[in-house]
């Protein structure tokens, strides 16, 4: 009884901000559920875009991957573009949302991007994502991690979403369908293309 009326207090009793964060390369359907996540918790979801350009970028060995150019090929733009004209096709109100860079392995620059005061989404799937938690804390911000699961459990990621594309696969059905439509619109599968070959 008491952990019903907890987790209906919860639907009803969203934070004020909240803010969420990814990559984003490319934006596929499960960033999209971790963002209808997030929004379901907040009145206004800050959407950080990480990566945003190479001097705002740097290594970690938590995921030593992700600061490489190679797995970064889309640029701030693009993918603002991509995620703005998704989530408009999934009907969320412009009103309730904004898309911001995050240079999330800079926590001294986070107050010049996003609210401090907000609530600090996170999904846990590996030594990055508590990393992040690690970061975030350090800092005194509030979170909330709306799941943590073992990397087998983590299902789609931006890397088998541009293998792919590259491989002239059926990429659409990874991704929401006004992602797919602002990808063909900045020709992103013929970039991504050649990189599939030898």
């Not at 907890?6 to 499960?30: E, N, T, Y």
């Not at 059926?170 to 929401?176: C, H, I, K, M, S």
Request: some cysteine; glycine content about 8%; hydrophobic content about 40%.
């Amino acid at each position: 009884m008491g952990t019903n009326l907890g987790q209906r207090l919860m639907k009803i009793s969203p934070v004020a901000i909240g803010v969420a964060h990814g990559r984003f390369q490319l934006f596929h359907r499960d960033h999209l559920k971790y963002l209808e996540a997030a929004r379901a918790r907040c009145r206004h979801l800050v959407i950080g875009i990480t990566n945003p350009d190479p001097t705002l970028t740097r290594f970690d060995p938590a995921d030593p991957g992700r600061s490489d150019q190679t797995r970064n090929p889309l640029t701030y733009y693009e993918r603002y573009r991509v995620i703005k004209h998704a989530l408009a096709a999934e009907g969320w109100d412009s009103a309730h949302f904004s898309l911001v860079p995050l240079p999330i392995n800079f926590p001294e620059l986070y107050q010049y991007y996003v609210p401090l005061s907000a609530t600090f989404f996170l999904t846990i799937y590996d030594d990055w994502g508590q990393r992040k938690l690690e970061m975030f804390r350090s800092l005194g911000l509030q979170v909330e991690i709306l799941w943590q699961r073992p990397l087998a459990a983590k299902g789609l990621t931006g890397t088998q979403v541009r293998q792919v594309m590259a491989a002239g696969g059926n990429w659409q059905e990874l991704v929401p369908p006004g992602a797919a439509a602002m990808l063909e619109e900045l020709d992103i599968p013929e970039r991504l293309r050649p990189q599939a070959r030898p």
